[in-house]
């Protein structure tokens, strides 16, 4: 499989060394908006493109793997290249994942295409495990618990407040919770209940520092909601303690069953991640390789995780699966 | 969907408890080898069918879930239905699947039907966890433990033993090596430091106590790879205090990603089972729906459980699941 990367931050480079782990994928190209003799790759015969120079592109690649962001790249940018190109994104707006599907959806059919939105851990993984746990157990309750780890857009709504040079915020569950909602208690939580928010923050000198953290712990929906602690570090500390992106969380379900549901099941999904996007880049490329298959099949269109079977995106053969995963 | 069950044991039972968790199914009816009269099921309209007169009810039932043993029930019994039916089994004898899927698979295609073996938790979810987390993270390890829990074929072989009246076996998994597997430090685990096996004994009067004791724990395969401990207790003990079949286990995958594997990812799919029996029903349940959506699209043959799409064994519609569940 020829695979392109569009788009090279953080997720596109966690794509790149995710491709270098699958024997059956070749990356191709990486295409950029920035001036690509900027960029620098780390694979060894790849191109870097000019992304205005992508539809030269639409008979050498396979499948696009889109790394852009879901706040404004992506609801332009998939639609666009699914016209032309087998892609997977993986737009995080949920409220907004309806939209985006119908959009896309269109765009693919129109253009013979399948396109995966919507793929990783969440939206993806965690998706793919609450339809799972909600089929098998269908009385019963959903929980998600994010963390320990390092929301982006916590992190920059906080580096947006005067004063503020760098900041990182990590998510963290409440382990009481956690601890009650595995023991099948079905407790009803409360935001502040089921996760706290720790923020790093490197201030200016000279700045205020109890102005930033009441504009930090007072900040409607991202703070306010949580208990929030506000720790002001050195950059030193920032770029020694705080470089890695981190992250995981649990999908949980407990439901009953038996005569007058006696019986208390748990199924949990459980992810700890030292890294974030190359985690999501390893979703990506497996699914990219079911979306190959499907494209292969003859199907067109916008799919979800929901729409692959497993043996659709795994690499091993019928018989080794049956033989030795089953 | 009209569903039957073929043979009503524990699982048989789990099954009916499951239907009627589900709305879109209905049990029409369960077929058994022993007397029809002598079974009281939990299903009003239900009826109870001799297994001899099975083939009458080839227009009636869209899908047949076959709850026989796996030892000797069904390789023969799900090939014979198969002809018929669409079905599902919960064969789990592992080695033997490849073997159990070309028996099943001819006839199924003979019959034009769909049949899904090996559903259930493990073959089954644990299995199609394993495949998930070996795509995402193709460089790593797999570990899957057991417990606490019945392992109803040990304690099967400590009955056999002369003087035992009843007994119960847990499988436990070692807190230790769970803790260093969860933290990804990739041990090479020996059975023994995996799992531990507690058994509690209900001795004839009289008996050899030590003998007893002896047989167990220097059983081969079953129990002198492992750490075994016997207790004895009395036949009230027994049924005041191991009367229920509770299970789960973890499925864990270890992984690297990034430059020379720099990052450490954990996968961990967990269960917390009150009742194995009604779980497994819940599964095969939860395929059913599956199996027939399959059938309905003119699919014949043998399948596993890496065969079917999430949204194929959802009862949700494909506006909920991108609304709600993405």
Chains 1, 2 share one sequence.
């Not at 790759?41 to 592109?57: C, K, L, M, N, R």
């Not at 765009?107 to 965690?126: E, H, Q, T, Y």
Request: proline content about 5%.
């Amino acid at each position: 499989m020829n695979i392109g990367i569009y788009g090279y931050g953080n997720l596109g480079r966690g794509v790149e060394s995710a491709i270098a782990q699958n024997p059956d994928m070749r990356l191709v190209a990486v295409f950029t908006r920035r001036a690509p003799e900027s960029l620098s790759i780390a694979t060894p015969g790849a191109q870097v493109v000019s992304a205005a120079q992508v539809e030269q592109w639409k008979d050498k690649i396979d499948v696009m793997i889109i790394c852009g962001g879901s706040a404004t790249d992506l609801p332009a940018m998939t639609p666009a290249l699914a016209k032309h190109f087998c892609v997977v994104d993986s737009y995080d707006n949920h409220s907004s994942i309806p939209a985006h599907f119908a959009a896309v959806d269109s765009a693919a059919k129109a253009g013979g295409k399948v396109a995966l939105i919507s793929c990783g851990w969440d939206p993806g993984m965690f998706s793919l495990n609450r339809l799972y746990a909600g089929a098998l157990l269908p009385e019963g309750n959903d929980y998600t618990f994010w963390g320990r780890g390092v929301s982006q857009g916590h992190s920059d709504a906080i580096r947006r407040i005067p004063g503020v040079v760098d900041a990182r915020q990590y998510t963290v569950p409440v382990e009481e919770a956690l601890e009650q909602v595995r023991s099948g208690q079905n407790p009803e939580l409360t935001a502040r209940q089921k996760h706290k928010r720790e923020c790093y923050v490197v201030a200016q000198e000279g700045a205020d520092l109890e102005a930033i953290r009441q504009a930090i712990v007072t900040m409607p929906a991202y703070f306010a909601p949580y208990d929030t602690t506000v720790e002001f570090i050195t950059l030193e500390e920032m770029r020694k303690n705080h470089a890695q992106l981190p992250h995981g969380g649990s999908v949980i379900r407990t439901g009953v069953t038996g005569k007058d549901g006696c019986h208390k099941q748990v199924i949990e999904y459980k992810l700890t991640l030292d890294s974030n996007p190359e985690f999501t880049g390893s979703a990506l490329v497996a699914y990219a390789r079911g979306v190959y298959r499907k494209a292969a099949k003859g199907e067109t269109g916008c799919v979800s995780v929901f729409d692959f079977s497993p043996a659709e995106i795994s690499p091993l053969s019928r018989e080794q699966m049956l033989s030795h995963m089953l």
